[in-house]
């Protein structure tokens, strides 16, 4: 079983940057894909951005590009997402999630999920 914690989220003002963490524990996968979801309110759960974890390829929703960085500390066994000039759009419950020994794609399927990390950004 794999666990995952995120943490760094809270409340910004439009503009700002904050840098969220995933944490891994348990058994992990050299091939998977480590992912960042998110919920806004009222809304169904999006794809925000994925990194390949062996290759550290990365890939992104169109309205994040060039603001959201992802990327990995293999030693920490730990992703991030760097969130720079935050919309109010971007308000929403952000999940990391991992995939399985299988494989998976940019978007899925992944197995495993954290708690979720509230980003709420003000106008």
């Known amino acids: 079983q794999v666990q995952l914690v995120e943490s760094g989220g809270g409340l910004v003002q439009a503009g700002g940057s904050l840098r969220l963490s995933c944490a891994a524990s348990?058994?992990?996968?050299?091939?998977?894909?480590r992912g960042w979801f998110r919920r806004p309110p009222g809304k169904e759960r999006e794809f925000v951005a994925a990194?390949?974890?062996?290759?550290?390829?990365?890939n992104y929703r169109n309205s994040v590009k060039g603001r959201f960085t992802i990327s990995r500390d293999n030693a920490k066994n730990t992703v991030y997402l760097q969130m720079n000039n935050l919309k109010p759009e971007d308000t929403a419950v952000y999940y990391c999630a991992a995939s399985g020994p299988d494989g998976s794609s940019w978007w899925g399927p992944y197995d495993y999920w954290g708690q979720g990390t509230q980003v709420t950004v003000s106008s």
């Open positions: 348990g058994r992990t996968f050299s091939s998977s894909y």
């Open positions: 990194i390949i974890w062996s290759s550290g390829s990365t």
